[in-house]
């Protein structure tokens, strides 16, 4: 089981944000994590990557508690942000050599990484003269290098034109053969190209957690998340 949940809950003051949610995700699964605004979804994939601590339940990801194995979690995943983080100034392979140093790889993964989301041709260019499209690989790059079992996505495809939406679709789903993928998006049609599981969260409560073929066998995504969700 590569992302366990279980019970968990998260509060800011009085509010809950997460109440008592339960889910698995399984190695070479793609789940698509939904729902609207302020539903919970980012503070869930925070706790996913040991950057909050939940208030109630035990979260483990490979095997590790995030609690008190922080570390290692780190070590096990790979999380591209909704606003993915990256220095401006530097060049694409110096950023992604720092961030391979942070995780003592080699240079031959960045070589492999950079050839594996398609930046060849970019390596060698400033992030900051890159479109959204190349900055999305480059976090992804980063989120990669490491080989992490466990790959978290907030918002991946936020941006990007369509014949980007098609390069990155294609490389999640390859990712996603041999990674446990988290999604999030608010775009519906990504869900339906990339994922194959679907849970659906409304006011920090799973509403919906689906194999995304029997989900839409009668109803569009769209149509299940706008009932679910107003």
Same mark, same amino acid.
């Given at each position: 089981m590569s992302i366990e949940v279980k019970n968990v809950s998260k509060f800011y003051g009085k509010q809950k944000a997460l109440d008592s949610i339960n889910f698995r995700v399984n190695s070479g699964e793609i789940v698509g994590f939904l729902g609207p605004n302020g539903a919970g979804k980012s503070t869930m994939m925070k706790i996913l990557t040991t950057y909050l601590q939940q208030?109630?339940?035990?979260?483990?990801?490979?095997?590790?508690?995030v609690s008190t194995d922080a570390n290692a979690v780190k070590s096990s995943v790979g999380y591209l942000p909704e606003h993915n983080p990256l220095y401006l100034d530097m060049y694409v392979k110096e950023y992604l050599e720092f961030c391979a140093n942070l995780h003592n790889v080699s240079k031959e993964n960045i070589t492999k990484t950079i050839n594996l989301v398609e930046l060849q041709l970019e390596s060698h260019k400033k992030i900051k003269e890159l479109s959204k499209g190349y900055r999305q690989r480059v976090g992804l790059a980063a989120a990669l290098l490491h080989n992490p079992q466990v790959l978290i996505l907030d918002e991946? /495809?936020?941006?990007?034109?369509?014949?980007?939406? @098609?390069?990155? $679709?294609?490389? #999640?789903?390859?990712? +996603? *053969?041999?990674?446990?993928?988290?999604?999030? /998006?608010?775009?519906?049609?990504?869900?339906?190209? @990339?994922?194959? $599981?679907?849970? #659906?969260?409304?006011? +920090? *409560?799973?509403?919906?957690d689906s194999n995304l073929d029997i989900l839409t066998k009668e109803q569009s995504l769209t149509e299940i998340f706008t009932e679910l969700t107003l």
């Open positions: 208030d109630e339940g035990v979260v483990l990801v490979n095997g590790l508690d991946p /495809t936020t941006g990007l034109d369509p014949n980007q939406l @098609i390069s990155i $679709r294609k490389l #999640i789903k390859e990712i +996603g *053969k041999t990674k446990t993928v988290l999604f999030s /998006t608010h775009i519906m049609q990504e869900v339906e190209a @990339i994922c194959n $599981r679907v849970i #659906i969260i409304k006011k +920090g *409560k799973i509403v919906v």
